[in-house]
């Protein structure tokens, strides 16, 4: 059976990317620091924060209650639009976005909040790409109506 239809990807790029890119901005605070401080950026990045576990939380629920993986190197099994999934196509990845800015002025990481993009960049040439041909081989026609219903981020 062709590869790309039984898995997007060998490597689960997408917590190996926030992980890596947290880490990075750590050590890159200490020896460049940058602080993103202004009146209420603490508060900003909590909410921000909460948002982002919250969509994650959702996601994960919607996506076990759909009986389907969670892990991004692993099949689909069914193809879920409900829940978070009918507003975004990758809210899991919209959250890491959202927790790594959260994060960073939550914590005064300028670091973090500049990575952001990147993650998201970085996840969607190596994730969301694959993951987007593997569901087409897998639900065809029913993926891509889908896809023209809802956007790809937000």
Known sequence: MN???????????????????????VAL????????????????????????LAIDLWAMKTLNDGRTTILPHRGSSHLVTKGPFQFSRNPIYLANFILMAGLGLFFANGWMVLLAPVDALLTHILAVRREENHLIAMFGFEYEAYCRRVRRWI
């Not at 997408?14 to 890596?20: N, T």
């Not at 020896?31 to 921000?48: D, H, K, M, N, Q």
Request: charged share 15%.
């Open 3 to 25: 590869e790309r239809r039984t898995r997007p990807n060998v490597v689960p790029w997408p917590p190996l990317l926030i992980v890596g890119l947290t880490a990075l901005a």
């Open 29 to 52: 605070q200490v020896v460049f620091p940058i602080y993103p401080e202004f009146l209420w950026s603490r508060i900003l990045g909590a909410v921000l924060i909460a948002a982002a």
